[in-house]
């Protein structure tokens, strides 16, 4: 007898039709970024914690958090997902809330306040960085975030000048850029570490910036952009606004001592200091008063001309 021979039907496409679409949306999937809300210490932790719908509860503490948190960087970063960590504050949050009519008791809201945080608050894409890392790094850059506001309204507040009609906050900010081009100039090649502590009413505001110039092959100062952003706006403000602040420079530079060079804010100026100056500003606790011992391997010297006066100080 013999039989007829059918050649075998494809795979169903009722069968390949979901795996494949399936296999589409993962790709896709790591095609989109994430953010995730990092609280900074266990103070915001507890403050979380009040809301019911937070996934930890009184048993918990801030360390396991962190560790829950660590694992999910872990697994959306072995995906291949772009993620960005940004600080969540509880009490931004709460009145986030307020002002936008939402209930701060639901994942969905939480999730609504981070997406909106990573496009204007403080956040750091993750890159593999232990969360012990991460925390403070955050931290810092919150910090960071808040002294270029602050600066940036003083400035926009400054006015016009009353003989010129030219805007007061514009020009110091120009300046101070100048004023930046000048200093590492000065400095020559090696490593550069700036300093500028401005004191307003608001708030001391600190900023530092890290600058390598090389000498084989000769090239300009190496800076972040934002960084260098940050230093000549802190630095306008005070020239802009005439009151007192310092500004320190640190360079080093390989078979050499290190070199630390310093200028005081006065009416609108930077001011050198003297070698003696810069010795007692660097050999003296800034809370007690009393002396310190000098550093070893740091020559003291004093600070060379940088500044070029403008009409409006």
Known sequence: MSGTHHTPPPATTAGTAPRKRTSRRRSLRRE??????????????????DYRSFGFDHHDDYGDYLRQVDALLKSLAAQGIHTTVALFDPEEYADYCA?????????????????????????????????EELVPLLVDEAVRQATWECATMLLTGVGTCADCGQDIGQASFERAAGILDRLLAGAG???????CSVPTEQEQLVVVLHAE????????PRTPPRDSLDFVTVLAAGLALGGPGGLVLRSTTDGFRDRVHGWRLD?????????????????TDADTGEPVAPEPGVEYCPGYEADVPGPHH
């Open 99 to 131: 002002e936008h009519d939402l209930d701060p008791d639901t994942p969905r809201t939480r999730t609504r306040f981070t997406a909106e945080l990573a496009g204007g608050g403080p956040a750091l894409p993750y890159t593999g960085q232990p969360i």
């Open 189 to 195: 090649p090696g490593r550069h570490h700036l300093v």
């Open 32 to 49: 989109v970024p994430s953010t995730v809300g990092l609280l900074a210490d266990a103070g915001d932790f507890a403050a979380m914690r």
């Open 267 to 283: 009416r609108g100026r930077l001011v050198t200091l003297t070698a003696a100056a810069v010795f007692d500003a660097y050999c």
């Open 213 to 220: 110039i090389t000498e084989d092959p000769p090239g300009p």
